[in-house]
């Protein structure tokens, strides 16, 4: 057995801490909670020791973390730690002041330097004067700017366009002053299949469409999926074929033949009246796994403009497992498994449409990716929120273009 590969590299500890970064960034997590084991509204037994949070600064501060550097800064300033930790001031450690120190002349050289190329947007304040300021204020108020003046903010976790409102929505929060009339019906005209069992349709936004479709797998299914995933579940896509999306889960992609008893692609026929059975009409489901800290950063899913629409399935529930059938399932019980539902975050978020969508077992979300006329959809734009807690599986089923020049519904009136 190879024992080496059994221990952590340096760069898989970068990633943890880039992971824990971006989940306190996400949704305004507290250094004073997350050292204590807790996150969210979760209390876990993962600590944090002073050797770690002194790490987590030096980090943030080499990364140009400025807010989320500080919060861990003055943290180590204030907060007494468990006396075990003893070996701060050794061989190349910065104490917090010189920590504070750096972040502030490295903050307030990008300042001069963005004033210089007219981008002071992103800063209020030069830190030295200012260094009183909450992330989570900062947050809001480029939130709300970029609203306003529909500008485009970079964040300290980049994906360009729409930043704040992502993470606006990510923490269930939405802009939009009237809520969009939504609209739920049990459509049973599709096909004689649904006559017997309607389907259970809901509206989340109507031009472009977006579409929720509820219990459309059963748990045979969903234990299905999850039997004939688990073993292949492991590397991200091809860079080739997700751009610069970045993907902090792990996939595995079935082929129908390996889901006999799973016919998902027959049913997406028969309710969006689809190819997606013939030979290269649709992807293989994808299946994605994320836990904590995973996300997919802001995209639209087209690359090559093949993809015509995008149908993600919910595998599992975002809540707890009061709303899980996951108890009655007795493999996961052997294992001891109780980390089977994602108690926080996860989202798939819409910042052009100001959507967030809360995963849901069993549900679906259909959108077309292309528009008309071929091109991408921009309006599209989405992401998978961070998982603050739990265990998040989705399955995604691509449907191509070509396959379906004929298919594709000429409106997306969901009464025609
Ligand atoms: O997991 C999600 O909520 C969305 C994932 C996604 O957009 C993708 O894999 O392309
Ligand atoms: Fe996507």
């Known amino acids: 057995m190879d024992r080496q590969a059994a221990f952590p590299d340096e760069s898989t500890y970068r990633d943890a801490l880039q992971a824990l970064l971006q989940l306190q960034y996400f949704y305004d997590l507290r250094p004073l909670d997350l050292i204590r084991g807790v996150i969210g509204t979760e209390h876990t037994s993962i600590e944090i020791s002073k050797v770690e949070a002194q790490e987590i600064a030096e980090f943030s501060v080499n990364n140009d973390y400025f807010c989320i550097a500080m919060e861990w800064i003055k943290l180590l ?30 903050h307030d050289s990008n300042f001069e330097k963005n004033l210089g190329q007219g981008q002071a947007y992103m800063y209020t304040e030069k830190l030295g004067s200012h260094i009183e300021i909450l992330p989570s204020s900062l947050k809001m108020t480029l939130s709300e700017e970029s609203r306003k003046t529909g500008k485009e903010i970079m964040g300290t976790f980049g994906g360009g366009s729409f930043t704040y409102n992502h993470l606006a929505l990510c923490n269930g929060q939405h802009f939009t ?13 599709r096909h004689p299949y649904f006559a017997i069992a309607p389907l259970k349709m809901e509206i989340l936004h109507y031009e472009p469409l977006l579409l929720r479709i509820y219990d459309i797998i059963n748990q045979g299914w969903i234990k299905e999926i999850k039997e004939a995933a688990t073993p292949h579940l492991s590397q991200a896509p091809d860079p080739g074929t997700s751009g610069n999306t970045l993907r902090t889960a792990i996939y595995a992609w079935l082929a129908d033949e390996e889901i006999p008893g799973t016919p998902i692609s ?75 539902d994602v108690k926080l975050g996860g989202y798939t978020v819409f910042p052009k449409l100001n959507i967030f969508v809360r995963p849901i077992k069993g549900s679906a979300v259909f959108w077309y990716t292309s528009l008309r006329n071929g091109n991408v959809d921009s309006r599209m734009l989405h992401a998978a929120c961070p998982i603050i ?22 409106t997306t009136d969901p009464w025609a």
């Not at 002053?177 to 005209?189: A, G, I, R, S, T």
């Not at 403009?305 to 007795?330: F, H, M, R, W, Y």
Request: charged share 25%.
């Open 77 to 106: 300033q204030k907060f007494e730690f468990g006396n075990n930790d003893t070996n701060l001031d050794g061989m190349g450690q910065r104490t917090p002041t010189e920590l504070q120190v750096a972040l502030i002349d490295k």
């Open 177 to 189: 002053k009237n809520e969009p009339q939504l609209y739920c019906w049990l459509d049973n005209k």
């Open 266 to 340: 027959r049913l997406i026929e028969l309710i969006f009246n689809l190819n997606v059975r013939g030979s290269n009409a649709s992807e293989l489901l994808q299946v994605a796994s994320y836990a904590l800290g995973g996300s997919v950063s802001l995209h639209v899913d087209y690359l090559g403009g093949t993809k015509l629409a995008n149908i993600n399935v919910d595998i599992q529930d975002l809540v707890g497992a009061e709303n899980s059938d996951d108890e009655s399932d007795p493999d996961v019980l052997l294992r001891g498994d109780r980390m089977n």
């Open 389 to 410: 807690y739990g265990h998040k599986l989705i399955g995604t089923k691509w449907v191509h273009q070509y396959e379906n020049f004929l298919t594709r519904p000429c």
